[in-house]
């Protein structure tokens, strides 16, 4: 009998979102078969009521083989909770499938993250697994490849890659020569440098980054769909790390993914596309300045209501 890979669902002071996400969730075509693992951060200042919504939601759900609800004391913040808890589940069973608050999966979400875990599992050099694509041309892409890039949307790993995980924010750094910083940034398609520096000077607190870079760092490779089993619905003003935003929305594949490669190294039409997009992600001046001009407009009514 198969043991599919537990969830775990991150979860803070967005009870609508919270709501969607967990309703999405429930008709995977595999949730009645997995253990889902609800982490709860404990609130900071003016969320408790919001806090404790969210806690009361999930404290109704089912159709999960397992629901565990775990209520953290004091609020240990995304990056710690994470970390925590995706460590907690990988030393447990050997494996995690990551999730937070704000991603729509498709029916078959699950089953392509069971699907690779099972079927990289002994593959050292495969470290993660996405479910999500930047909005990129995919028809001619296979279904699934690798890429250097391990993104954080919706993603899994197993307790061997995990263990290389480097929280030290310093020791990465010191791993990384000007070439390697190059090829990290996808030959200057985005500026991942940036975000670690801004990381160590305390203007963002990303775990992500820091796992990337882990996965850089040992060469690994994260598997990618050609299309997104997932949609971010946390681009609209209300997440805490995340602004107004439509540049990375892209479709939903509503199918099961059935080829997946058995090569294991980067493949370079898929590499090129999403550096291209990277790249080129924020568009002209006046697109720049209408999003910016959206952003404004959505604070401001989110502040009224």
């Not at 408790?48 to 919504?53: D, F, K, S």
Request: charged content about 25%.
């Amino acid at each position: 009998m198969q043991n599919f890979a537990p969830i775990a669902l991150f979860v803070y002071n967005r009870p609508e979102h919270t709501r969607r996400t967990l309703n999405f969730l429930q008709k995977n075509r595999l949730a009645e078969e997995s253990r889902l693992f609800i982490f709860s951060d404990g609130a900071a200042s003016g969320q408790e009521e919001n806090v404790r919504a969210v806690r009361e939601l999930a404290k109704t759900i089912t159709g999960f083989k397992s629901v565990e609800l775990i209520e953290r004391p004091h609020n240990f913040g995304l990056a710690n909770s994470v970390i925590d808890g995706v460590s907690r589940l990988c030393k447990e069973y050997g494996r995690a499938i990551v999730l937070e608050d704000d991603v729509l999966t498709s029916p078959y979400t699950i089953q392509y993250f069971n699907d690779a875990l099972n079927k990289y599992q002994d593959q050292n050099e495969v470290m993660h697994v996405t479910a999500y694509m930047y909005p990129i041309p995919h028809q001619s892409l296979p279904e699934t490849f690798f890429l250097r890039i391990a993104s954080s949307q919706a993603w899994a790993t197993w307790d061997r890659a995990w263990k290389n995980f480097e929280p030290d924010i310093d020791k990465i750094i010191a791993s990384f020569d000007d070439q390697m910083k190059h090829q990290f940034e996808l030959e200057g398609g985005m500026n991942f440098w940036k975000h670690m520096m801004e990381f160590k000077q305390g203007r963002n607190n990303s775990w992500a980054i820091r796992w990337y870079a882990s996965v850089f760092l040992n060469k690994g490779l994260s598997l990618n769909p050609a299309l997104s089993l997932i949609e971010n619905i946390g681009h609209d003003g209300s997440g805490v790390h995340s602004g107004v935003s439509t540049i990375y929305k892209g479709s939903i594949n509503n199918f099961r993914i059935t080829e997946f490669p058995d090569q294991l190294q980067e493949y370079k039409p898929g590499y090129l596309l999403v550096r291209h997009f990277l790249k080129h992600r924020k568009g002209t001046y006046l697109q720049r300045g209408l999003r910016y001009l959206n952003h404004v407009l959505t604070k401001m009514k989110m502040k009224r209501t």
